[in-house]
């Protein structure tokens, strides 16, 4: 804060700022961003601006050791980039214009706090909610992951040039409308790990198979381009409340909890017979062509897998009344095939080609295979499909 504003604004005034922001839609499901937010303009407020270093923030913010590399571990800067968009989001709103604005400029922690111009400019087209992220942290990867897949998926291209729906938005139709309204991800993890020394509320690294992140961030950069927000929640922090309040999108099968339990009763679901994982077809029990054995691996560990199989389900959930989506496969590749699947208008077209009449106000199951090709999902390919 500059020798001009600290004399033109009160302290007082920019922490009762701070706050109203924190209470906000913008930052009131996230703990990072607000724990970041508050600690820059306290130290600010309190004379310590000078200590807004990339590294102290890390130790102090995220608890990393002092000796973390920030160049390989970039927290501070997604963070700041994702702040800096939800300050941004903030002042946007309408009614905001009469507001003392907290601003840190791109290229520096430290934020700028300003009076409101006497003649408020008529506010830009609001900017699309962003991922809230609550009760832990992501680890570096699969931030670049989310990133890379919000970037990449070249499938929002044809929500927008479009005038008659396409098989792809007639899919997705139910989950991400109306337009702005919040899409829960719940995904399977492995465990959180929690830094020593780490401040209060700044939560764990959740460890999230590669598999389960990629295809989280191909259907976050799908969905997030309809203008949905996104609420991302490992399953095992997930609540009952949690889907009743939003459509959702469960991510993997057996490492979901969610996932199991939602498809008990469908006709595709996920089994486990001694050393085999298999998908079940309730209306063909004898049929055994989609099963794979667990834990073959070669000489150099690698899975001996040359095929998966994944069940890609989109049903009003009889217990919330909310859509949900799974996309599970009995492994990650499987998981991957399903996530290419929905993301890809070509695939969801040739599926709607052979569906019934009125497919997309359905219930629906859709059985996939894919070939695993230099450990990598191939093409995905249907094998089953049920409506109801």
Known sequence: MTNEAVGAIEPAAVRRQLEQILA????????????????????TLDGGAAELKERNIGVDVFGREPSYDPSIDPVVRITAGEVRKRLAQYYQEPGRESEIRIEMPVGSYLPEFSLPAVSAAVPPAPVPERIPVRRWGFPRWLAVCLAAGILAVSAAAVFRVRHRPSALEQFWHPVVSPRGSVVLICFGGTGVHQPQNAPPGTGGTLHVPWWDAVTLARLAGLIQAQGAALELVPQDQATFEDFQRAPAVLIGAFNDAWTLRLMEKMRFTFQQEGPRNRIVDRDHPTNHDWQIEKGRTD?????????????ISRVQNPRTRRITITVAGLYGYGTLAAGKFLTDPANLQAMA??????????????VIRTEVIQEDAGPPVVVATAFW
Request: hydrophobic letters at 35%.
């Open 24 to 43: 906000g839609r913008h930052f009131r499901h996230s703990r990072r961003y607000p724990a970041f937010l508050r600690y820059v303009v306290e130290r």
């Open 299 to 311: 000489d150099q560990g690698r899975w001996l897998l040359k095929e998966d199989f994944a069940v």
């Open 353 to 366: 080609q052979r569906a019934p009449a009125g497919w997309q106000d359905r219930n629906m199951q859709i």
